[in-house]
C-alpha cells in the first residue's frame, strides 16, 4: 500500500511539474510571438476583435492544454484529499475512518471549482483566448457536478 501512495504522490507531483511547464511553453510561444501582428489589420472592427491572428491562435491553444493540464490536477488533488474519510464512493476502496471536521469539503470543493472556472474563465475572455475560455467554461463545472455526486459520511 505504501508503494501505491508514493507512487501516486510523484505522479500527483508529475502533474505539477506538467503543467508548469505547459505554462512555460505558453510563455515561450507569447514571446516568440511579439513581433507578430495580434490584432488583424483588415476586417470590421468586431471580426479584428473576435478573429484572433496565427500567432494568437497559437498561444491559445498552447495555453487552453496548460489550463486543462492545471484543471485535472485541481480535480484529482480535490479526489485525493477527500477520499480519506469524506467520500464513501465504492471505486475509492475503504475512506478510511470518518473525518469529524470535513463536513463542509464536499460544498467547498464544489464552490472551488466552480469559482475557478468563472475566474479564469473571464481572464481568457479579456485577454481573448477563446479556446482557453471554453476549457475552463466545460472542464471545471463539469468536475464539479461530478465532485457533487459523491456519496459522503454525512448524508
Given amino acids: 500500500m505504501g508503494i501505491v501512495i508514493l507512487l501516486f504522490l510523484l505522479l500527483f507531483m508529475g502533474g505539477w511539474a506538467v503543467a508548469l511547464a505547459g505554462l512555460g ?88 471549482l466552480r469559482t475557478t472556472a468563472w475566474w479564469s474563465a473571464s481572464a481568457a475572455i479579456l485577454g481573448r483566448c477563446w479556446t482557453t475560455a471554453v476549457v475552463q467554461l466545460t472542464v471545471l463545472p463539469l468536475a464539479a457536478l461530478w465532485v457533487a455526486s459523491f456519496d459522503i459520511y454525512y448524508t
Avoid at 71 to 88: H, P, Q, Y
Wanted: charged share 20%; net charge negative; glycine share 12%.
Fill in 25 to 112: 511553453y505558453a510563455s515561450s510561444l507569447l514571446w516568440q510571438g511579439r513581433r507578430q501582428p495580434w490584432v488583424r489589420d483588415h476586417g470590421t472592427p468586431l471580426a479584428r476583435l473576435l478573429l484572433p491572428t496565427p500567432a494568437y491562435l497559437r498561444f491559445d491553444r498552447a495555453l487552453a492544454v496548460t489550463v486543462l493540464l492545471a484543471d485535472v490536477w485541481l480535480v484529482s488533488g480535490v479526489v485525493v484529499l477527500g477520499a480519506d474519510g469524506i467520500f464513501t464512493e465504492e471505486w475509492m476502496g475503504y475512506p478510511g475512518m470518518m473525518d469529524p471536521d470535513g463536513q463542509g469539503y464536499q460544498e467547498g470543493a464544489v464552490d472551488l
